[in-house]
């Protein structure tokens, strides 16, 4: 049986995901990989991943398979884990970049012994940008589910429900304000200026969880979608309802109106490493060079009629 798979990105209500996760399957269910030198790490990963000749994720992933393990988390990068796991497995939480790094800094300094000055800690290269190197530089729109810190609830109420479970709405590791670093103006232009990914990567995943939700509410089977676009050019996506191995029926509506329809069949190599329904032939394309006029361009999962794009040419 294969496990969830966690990515903590840190200071996004982790701790208080991992302690319902505990709390719902025991301690004795639950594989922890926060590195060598953390105490928190398993045996069980300990063994596999940091010990003298360990023989890495895929033999981790083998023993956990034959196991009781339920729940698999760390501060890790999604691609240590994902390809073995699958997308339908994972999921991770993000927060407002400019809160998470500040949050992070007040973690250290109370936790860990940081004595680097606030701005010597943000503009270093390994704390810049960590949701985005962590899972938004992979197909993230494939996981399970990427939720969001300030919608904790809601995102925990949609993983609950698509995955039947029911995982109590802890909270945990919470700092006191009083430990804040006074930030000018100035200071979180500076942060978001070194962040600029992160910024845009988070935008972006309140967009797509807000689908996620309004599926959720009107109770049908969620479509996962990414898509390129150049206008006048072409659509180039991917789509796929997750446990389902029909591909999807995508429709192309130029001004409103359905004008081609197409599957997505098509080979993704990156979605195969991802474990995807179809192993990863979930691709389509529409050529636009036949509507240089549109004033509008949406592609719609036909048999759910859910929107996967919108574009409205600005006049």
Same mark, same amino acid.
């Given at each position: 049986?294969?496990?969830?798979?966690?990515?903590?990105?840190?200071?996004?209500?982790?701790?208080?995901?991992?302690? $319902? *996760?505990?709390?719902?399957?025991?301690?004795?269910? !639950? %594989?922890?990989?926060?590195?060598?030198?953390?105490?928190?790490? @398993?045996?069980?990963?300990?063994?596999?991943?940091? $010990? *003298?000749?360990?023989?890495?994720?895929?033999?981790? !992933? %083998?023993?956990?398979?034959?196991?009781?393990?339920?729940?698999? @988390?760390?501060?890790?990068?999604?691609?240590?884990?994902?390809?073995?796991?699958?997308?339908?497995?994972?999921?991770?939480?993000?927060?407002?970049?400019?809160?998470?790094?500040?949050?992070?800094?007040?973690?250290?300094?109370?936790?860990?012994?940081?004595?680097?000055?606030?701005?010597?800690?943000?503009?270093?290269?390994?704390?810049?940008?960590?949701?985005?190197?962590?899972i938004g530089q992979m197909p993230w729109q494939a996981f399970h589910l990427v939720g969001i810190q300030e919608r904790y609830e809601e995102s925990l109420n949609l993983l609950n429900q698509t995955k039947s479970l029911s995982l109590a709405p802890f909270r945990a590791n919470t700092k006191s304000s009083d430990m804040r670093p006074a930030i000018s103006e100035k200071t979180y232009a500076d942060i978001q200026k070194w962040n600029e990914r992160d910024c845009i990567f988070v935008q972006h995943v309140h967009a797509y969880l807000e689908k996620q939700i309004e599926a959720q509410r009107q109770n049908k089977p969620f479509c996962f979608h990414d898509m390129g676009f150049e206008a006048d050019r072409h659509v180039i996506g991917w789509a796929f309802y997750q446990n389902n191995k029909s591909p999807v029926e995508v429709g192309l509506f130029i001004n409103e109106k359905l004008v081609e329809t197409t599957y997505a069949h098509e080979h993704r190599p990156e979605l195969q490493n991802l474990l995807t329904p179809r192993a990863g032939h979930n691709g389509f394309r529409f050529v636009l060079t036949p509507y240089t006029a549109a004033q509008s361009v949406s592609i719609k999962a036909l048999n759910t009629d859910q929107t996967l794009f919108e574009w409205q040419r600005q006049t």
């Amino acid at each position: 049986m294969k496990p969830l798979l966690f990515i903590h990105i840190p200071k996004t209500a982790g701790t208080s995901l991992n302690k $319902a *996760a505990e709390s719902l399957f025991g301690s004795h269910a !639950i %594989e922890k990989d926060y590195g060598a030198e953390s105490a928190t790490t @398993t045996p069980l990963v300990r063994h596999h991943i940091y $010990a *003298a000749g360990h023989h890495g994720p895929f033999a981790l !992933i %083998e023993a956990i398979k034959s196991s009781q393990t339920q729940w698999l @988390t760390g501060h890790v990068h999604a691609d240590r884990y994902v390809n073995l796991i699958g997308c339908d497995n994972t999921i991770s939480f993000v927060r407002d970049t400019l809160e998470r790094v500040v949050s992070e800094y007040v973690h250290r300094v109370s936790k860990e012994g940081e004595t680097r000055s606030f701005e010597n800690f943000y503009q270093d290269p390994l704390e810049t940008n960590k949701q985005f190197r962590m899972i938004g530089q992979m197909p993230w729109q494939a996981f399970h589910l990427v939720g969001i810190q300030e919608r904790y609830e809601e995102s925990l109420n949609l993983l609950n429900q698509t995955k039947s479970l029911s995982l109590a709405p802890f909270r945990a590791n919470t700092k006191s304000s009083d430990m804040r670093p006074a930030i000018s103006e100035k200071t979180y232009a500076d942060i978001q200026k070194w962040n600029e990914r992160d910024c845009i990567f988070v935008q972006h995943v309140h967009a797509y969880l807000e689908k996620q939700i309004e599926a959720q509410r009107q109770n049908k089977p969620f479509c996962f979608h990414d898509m390129g676009f150049e206008a006048d050019r072409h659509v180039i996506g991917w789509a796929f309802y997750q446990n389902n191995k029909s591909p999807v029926e995508v429709g192309l509506f130029i001004n409103e109106k359905l004008v081609e329809t197409t599957y997505a069949h098509e080979h993704r190599p990156e979605l195969q490493n991802l474990l995807t329904p179809r192993a990863g032939h979930n691709g389509f394309r529409f050529v636009l060079t036949p509507y240089t006029a549109a004033q509008s361009v949406s592609i719609k999962a036909l048999n759910t009629d859910q929107t996967l794009f919108e574009w409205q040419r600005q006049t």
